[in-house]
């Protein structure tokens, strides 16, 4: 199947796929996958608004560049693949990617920390110097039943705006990047500012908070230190990583 897929995508493709594939695999390495209900996805470049995403029945640890299944705005396959999309994630992911053409990945994950905090009033708090990070580009989206209801796209991308991280009440995260290893590293940092802040909690100490002129100047200071939004620095030493580790996601 790998030759086959690989002869009919270009260069370009085929290296968005290995990336993805990549990322389905780290997800599954940092224990943040959901059995086979979470998603990522990434647009494929060109006019031709098509994106890939997971085969629907994969676990993330099976995920290969040929297993990805490339589908248009409407949902519709647009190379044949055996396997379904999950209904869910389309309606996500289709919002986000329609709406923010500067969005190359959206990334979705229901850890328990994550939807731990999703269910706080208060959601994510200044406790640490990572949960700065998430903070500067975060916003939060109140929980609609499961992601079936195409009405739910406008909402979902207003409450988005221009953020690169989103919490979805009661529900998980999400993020998104102008490249897979951006949006991979902006969840490694929300997801950990989580645990970090349900560990806090969990020890009955009273909990201080960042000062608020320290968080209102993380902004730059993260453009500094991340050049950028960091992916670029990480995600090599991730690749290489997973080929010591099992390469096979590169099939």
């Keep these: ?11 370009e493709e085929w290296e968005l796929r290995v990336d993805l594939a990549a990322c389905y695999r780290l997800i599954a390495m940092h224990g943040w996958d959901d059995l086979v209900f979470t998603h990522i996805s990434a647009r494929v470049p060109g006019a031709d608004e098509h994106f890939l995403i ?12 040929s297993s990805l299944i490339k589908i248009d705005l409407n949902g519709d396959k647009v190379l044949d693949s055996p396997y379904p999309i999950n209904e869910a994630g389309f ?28 269910a706080q009033a208060d959601g994510l708090l200044p ?8 903070l500067t580009t975060l916003a939060y989206h109140d929980y609609e039943g ?9 909402r979902l991308v207003a409450d988005l705006g221009s953020n690169n991280a989103i919490i979805l009440r009661n529900h998980g995260l999400l993020t998104t990047g102008p490249t897979i290893a951006d949006a ?20 009955g100490s ?7 002129p320290i968080v209102d100047g993380m902004q730059a200071q993260s453009e500094q230190v991340l050049q950028g939004l960091g992916g670029q620095l990480v995600w090599p030493g991730l690749l290489r990583k997973l080929d010591r580790t099992d390469a096979s996601f590169r099939d």
């Excluded at 199947?1 to 260069?11: G, I």
């Excluded at 997971?54 to 560049?65: D, I, P, Q, R, V």
């Design 127 to 134: 406790l640490s110097q990572i949960s700065l990070f998430p």
């Design 206 to 212: 009273e909990l201080i908070k960042v000062a608020q």
């Design 146 to 154: 499961v992601a079936l209801n195409e009405a739910e796209k406008p």
């Design 184 to 203: 991979f590293l902006m969840m490694y940092a929300l997801e950990t500012a989580c645990q970090i802040q349900l560990l806090a909690q969990s020890s």
């Design 91 to 118: 309606v996500i992911h289709s919002a986000v990617h329609a709406a923010r053409h500067d969005v190359g990945c959206v990334l979705h994950t229901h850890t328990r920390a994550g939807v731990a905090v999703s």
């Design 54 to 65: 997971n085969a629907y029945g994969l676990l993330f640890e099976e995920m290969t560049a």
């Design 1 to 11: 199947m790998a030759t086959d897929v690989r002869k009919q995508v270009s260069d």
